[in-house]
């Protein structure tokens, strides 16, 4: 402590021996240096906070909408009168024909079905997984998925990937 109180009047002793325009100088340098010390250490951050405030409410409202049209989704199917076991599986086994054709082969065991893949188109995927979800009330218990990328021969040019794999699914349906 009187380290510090030694070094505080050796300063002031400096200080004491400016002429007035030169204590005026440090003055107003000091002021200056405690004025961006204050900016950086107080103000900057909550500032630059406030100008990203528009964009991160306008990313909550547009998570707040996604959800709210989950909900929806949710509560239309909740709505929707239960389809049987069998309804559900033929629901999913035509699904499965019109969306891959031939590449997708479709096993049933009791209320899991399995769909094994090869090269499925990733629209094609989602449209199927759509419809199992609404009309068949089944949803994804195991995913086992590789992305297959060909190699792009025109620099440019689209890339269109596809899938290989299984996907299980829990059908849902009344007895």
Do not use: C
């Not at 239960?82 to 309804?87: A, I, K, L, N």
């Amino acid at each position: 402590m009187s380290a510090l109180y030694d070094g505080l009047s050796q300063i002031r002793a400096r200080f004491d021996r400016l002429q007035s325009r030169e204590r005026y100088l440090v003055g107003f340098g000091t002021l200056l240096v405690a004025g961006a010390a204050i900016w950086w250490l107080l103000l900057a951050g909550p500032i630059a906070w406030l100008a990203q405030a528009p964009k991160l409410h306008a990313r909550a409202d547009a998570q707040l909408a996604s959800m709210q049209s989950l909900a929806a989704q949710a509560k239309s199917i909740q709505a929707a009168p239960r389809v049987s076991s069998f309804d559900a599986l033929k629901a999913l086994d035509v699904a499965a024909k019109e969306r891959f054709g031939a590449t997708a082969e479709l096993r049933v065991v009791g209320d899991r079905a399995t769909l094994t893949l090869k090269s499925a188109s990733p629209q094609a995927l989602a449209d199927f997984l759509a419809v199992a979800r609404t009309d068949a009330r089944a949803l994804p218990s195991e995913v086992k998925l590789q992305r297959n990328v060909p190699n792009q021969s025109v620099v440019g040019s689209p890339v269109s990937s596809t899938w290989d794999g299984s996907l299980a699914l829990t059908v849902f349906a009344a007895p």
